[in-house]
């Protein structure tokens, strides 16, 4: 017999969950917005302009559409990057983990940039073409190395997982202190550089080339939603990062400390993927475009290369 209650419950902390998600979203891109122009020497937008953004676009009216999948496109990105989102342990706790679930996140992360492909795709723009040509090569291409090491990490801890990696870590220490894999963060790291589609991986939305390419016939609340789908793929992202290298961001036990385990490990949390936006954030001031073909070079030649031997030098039993 279901149990109305606690499932109402359930939904209801989901919601707030993924409203949160959205919430340190928008807070972090303004936060890009101001270190960026304080690297460029200008003052910036506030940090807070990340939700006036969104509220300005959804309170617009939407009046250019080109048929029912372009309008879905954005309702179907945001979507699947909230869900991707649950099934991540957020400071140890992960609402819907459960065994396997490295690779269905895996798989709901390539859900919303095909989502995005379609709606751009169905625009007939040719700068979205372009634009969504060179975002699933660039996907194509970093996520080779970043699953390579993510099945080295599969081995090592012999779970597939995520919230089981996170709890060994906490149990032991974090696998950044691993030597083999502070080595497989720093190939992740470069992975997450493009999922993030900052500079130099930043091809698909180059705008002085093609106009911010998939984007470009987006406006209104279409646009906002795909402002909702960027900025919790940032939150989503860093996460996935922190929960396989850092252990998540856990340094207190729930069992041992009660409630102040959930908030210290949250601002741990917090912290941390703060820590690795801002990373990316420097690389993205310093660093120029790559061509998409340098882009590909990059991944496939030396990225895939250095996550292919830590694969094999778990395979063969090598002690990290």
């Known amino acids: 017999m279901v149990n109305y209650i606690d499932l109402t419950i359930q939904i209801l902390v989901a919601i707030g969950v993924t409203a949160l998600g959205f919430a340190i979203g928008m807070l972090f891109n303004g936060i890009a917005r101001k270190i960026t122009a304080r690297i460029q020497n200008r003052v910036g937008p506030p940090i807070y302009q990340g939700y006036i953004d969104v509220l300005k676009l959804f309170t617009k009216k939407t009046n250019i559409s080109h048929g029912w999948i372009f309008d879905l496109a954005a309702l179907f990105s945001v979507a699947g990057i909230a869900l991707a989102f649950l099934f991540l ?3 140890g706790v992960s609402l819907l ?3 396997g679930d490295l690779f269905l996140i895996l798989y709901l992360l390539a859900i919303p940039a095909l989502g995005f492909a ?3 795709g169905a625009s007939g723009n040719p700068n979205a073409a ?3 040509m060179r975002a699933l090569m660039t996907m194509l291409a970093y996520e ?3 699953v390579m090491v993510i099945i080295a990490m599969m081995v090592y801890y012999d779970t597939t997982s995520l919230a ?3 709890q060994k870590q906490a149990n032991m220490h974090w696998a950044i202190f691993i030597p083999v894999f502070f080595i497989g963060a720093l190939v992740a790291d470069m992975a997450l550089q493009g999922m993030l589609m900052e500079k130099p991986f930043d091809i698909p939305i180059a705008p002085h080339e093609i106009a911010t390419g ?3 016939e987006f406006g209104g609340k279409h646009l906002g939603a795909l402002m909702l789908y960027k900025m919790m793929g940032i939150v989503v992202e860093t996460t996935l990062f922190v929960d396989l290298f850092l252990g998540g ?5 729930v069992s041992q400390f009660g409630w102040l385990a959930y908030v210290v490990n949250f601002i741990v949390w917090f912290l941390l993927i703060l820590f690795v936006f801002f990373i990316a954030l420097l690389i993205n001031a310093v660093f120029p475009r790559f061509r998409i073909e340098q882009a590909l070079k990059f991944y496939w030649k030396y990225d895939a290369l250095v996550g292919l031997l830590i694969l094999i030098w778990i395979f063969v039993g090598v002690t990290p």
């Open 249 to 253: 961001g856990v340094i207190l036990s």
């Open 118 to 120: 379609l709606g751009a």
């Open 97 to 99: 983990s459960g065994e």
């Open 164 to 166: 089981v990696i996170v």
């Open 214 to 216: 998939p984007m470009v």
């Open 144 to 146: 080779l190395p970043l």
């Open 89 to 91: 342990p957020v400071a």
């Open 130 to 132: 372009v634009g969504i």
